[in-house]
């Protein structure tokens, strides 16, 4: 038996996530092969919880070195753009140190009064009542600023690195990029991030950015940020590469803000599908907190992480050969009736809720954890006080992606609380 929808058709999931597929599957054949057409060669999907749990935390077995999408990259496209979630121990353990200390919950703490002032500004400008496109006015409009903030981002690039990072993260959606992996020729991007000319531009911004901050420097300014600290960084003695300082330039600006943008349009229009548990939240402050991780849960911004296994070995009954692609669907885990009551129900109250949207048991447990989940119950909060309800204005247009669970538009009419 193997998937009766090819869960690598990305118009199939430009429509709905194929969750009755994956329920199937997780019934009946938890680790499930389907073929693809080449130079692509086929792939293992593993959609139970424990299982994605058991692959993730044993990366001698199933190694991220051969990136995290369905894309087969060379060994020299690798070196070219590999980033720390395509790195494995140790190598993966020494950049990860570079960060972690900026990434801990109480060094994130500390931007609580900003997330919350940037909110309110956002809310002020977004939120006039009646209808609006929530991802333009105002989901879009959070993360990148706080990433800009503790990054050390200039204001005036703010809009490129919006525009640049989506046709990254989006670069199988032809509304989005003019260059769609899958689709067109991409050979001659093929060591860029997400094998894009844009990955190039990313890249190319950062190096400005970070020339403005070693000038600045250099007059003796001081700065504390994120860039600044990737840059006295040192590896047995050595300062990062150019290599190294591009590559995690990229993966902080696609990684930190698409996914939390998603993560609140899918929030919001998950509670206009469900005005009970809006009207719940509103009324009990108390459950900010579960809100959080239910959204997260229920929104699952990146579907899955990849992995290629590195010896024969055998998980949820399928025999993986060696070389074999391994697609860990978080997005089917978080619905797993073994692990979660009532997995297709929203339940903002839902504890334990221990989801996969950040991963789970791995060393590439997401780094930005603590931020996001400020970020999206400040923004939760915030929009409690304010709006009454939410009503869905027209159809979300999803991104055509079987990567992110982004949203290209979310119409809606809100109705302001009194
Ligand atoms: C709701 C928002 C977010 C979601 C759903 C999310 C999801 C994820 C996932 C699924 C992974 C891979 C986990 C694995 O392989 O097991 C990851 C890794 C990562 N995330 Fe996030 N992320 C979010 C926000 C952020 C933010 C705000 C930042 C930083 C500013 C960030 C930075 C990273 C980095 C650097 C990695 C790679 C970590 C490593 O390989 O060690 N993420 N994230």
Known sequence: MTPRVDLADLDLWARGVPHAEFARLRRYEPVAWSGEAPPNSGFWSVTRYADIVAASRDVATFSSARGVSFEEPTDADMAARRTIIDTDPPAHTTLRKIMSGSFTQRAVAVYEHFVAGLTEQVLDAGLTGGELDFVDAVAKEVPIRVLARIMGLPDADLDQFIDLGDRLIAN???DITDVVW?????DAYRSYPFRSPYGKQLWDLGREVIAGKLAAQARGEHDDDL?????????DGDRLSQTDLDNFFSILVVAGNETTRIAIAQGVLAFCEHPGQWDRLRADPGLLGPATE???RWSCPTHFMRRTATADTELGGAAIRAGDKVILWYVSGN????EF????VFD??????RHLSFGRGGPHLCLGVHLARLEVRVVLAALARRVARFE????PRRIRSNFTNGLKALPVRVELAR
């Open 172 to 174: 199988t959606d032809p």
């Open 182 to 186: 899958g689709r067109d020729d991409t």
């Open 227 to 235: 860039l600044a600290t990737l840059l006295r960084a040192e590896v």
């Open 294 to 296: 239910e959204v997260l």
């Open 335 to 338: 619905r797993d009736e073994a």
């Open 341 to 344: 009551r009532d997995p297709g």
């Open 348 to 353: 903002i109250g839902r504890t334990p809720n």
């Open 392 to 395: 869905l204005a027209g159809p």
